[in-house]
């Protein structure tokens, strides 16, 4: 059974930094694409980012709204990824998603995390 | 503002047919999915590509497309299905995701 579990949330301040997990089980890791979506309070889905491995190496891509301030990294050996957060703004509070693939197609969730932004 | 449009809220008697649309110019190329997500839950997918369903989806619920427009129908709603949801597709870089701004479907 493929299961993917977030950790690492919590209450940080402004301008702080947070770094979150992600561990996935039952499934090859190394051979899939990880993204993470994030879904403010009461509001809809974002999309984050992802990274991928292909022949080329590790590719990733990010949300504009993130772009300089996240960095999503992995360590397959671990079944890992982590998505750490800087320079966070009260804007980033939410829920974050850990999920398989990099794509539209999104079979596999997590039961997210949850990321308070505030002073 | 997101790349794709959807209707915010959207109601339909039990037993009667829906149709929830989503509307962006990355649909003239690329297929939408679509999730439903329950309060207090991941979303779940249901239709991805032109018309299919994950395991465990009821046939119910399909998906088509049309130029710029994607749209998911629930035939014959069930009270279950009352939930929010969101299309995604690629974005017009085609490497990123984007969502929809999501729609309230209410079973009456």
């Known amino acids: 059974e493929v299961q993917l579990v977030e950790s690492g949330g919590g209450l940080v301040q402004p301008g702080r930094s947070l770094r979150l997990s992600c561990t996935g089980s039952?499934?090859?890791?190394?051979?899939?694409?990880m993204s993470w979506i994030r879904q403010a309070p009461g509001k809809g889905l974002e999309w984050v980012g992802f990274?991928?491995?292909?022949?080329?190496?590790?590719?990733?891509e990010y949300a504009a709204s993130v772009e300089g301030r996240f960095t999503i990294s992995r360590d397959d050996s671990k079944s890992i990824a982590y998505l750490q957060m800087n320079s966070l703004k009260t804007e980033d509070t939410a829920m974050y998603y850990c999920?398989?693939?990099?794509?539209?197609?999104?079979?596999?969730w997590g039961q997210g995390t949850l990321v308070t932004v505030s002073s | 503002s997101s790349e794709l449009t959807q209707d915010p809220a959207v109601s339909v008697a039990l037993g009667q047919t829906v149709r929830i649309t989503c509307q962006g110019d990355?649909?003239?190329?690329?297929?939408a999915g679509w999730y439903q997500q329950k309060p207090g839950r991941a979303p779940l997918l249901v239709i991805y590509?032109?018309?299919n369903r994950p395991s465990g989806i009821p046939d119910r619920f399909s998906g088509s497309s049309s130029r710029n427009t994607a749209s998911l129908t629930i035939t014959g709603a069930q009270a279950e299905d009352e939930a929010d949801y969101y299309c995604?597709?690629?974005?017009?870089?085609?490497?990123?995701?984007?969502f929809g701004g999501g729609t309230k479907l209410t079973v009456l």
């Open positions: 999920v398989r693939g990099a794509g539209v197609t999104i079979y596999y």
């Open positions: 039952g499934f090859m890791f190394g051979d899939y694409a």
């Open positions: 990274i991928r491995n292909d022949g080329n190496g590790v590719t990733t």
């Open positions: 990355t649909l003239r190329t690329y297929y």
């Open positions: 590509g032109q018309n």
């Open positions: 995604n597709s690629r974005g017009s870089s085609g490497n990123q995701v984007v």
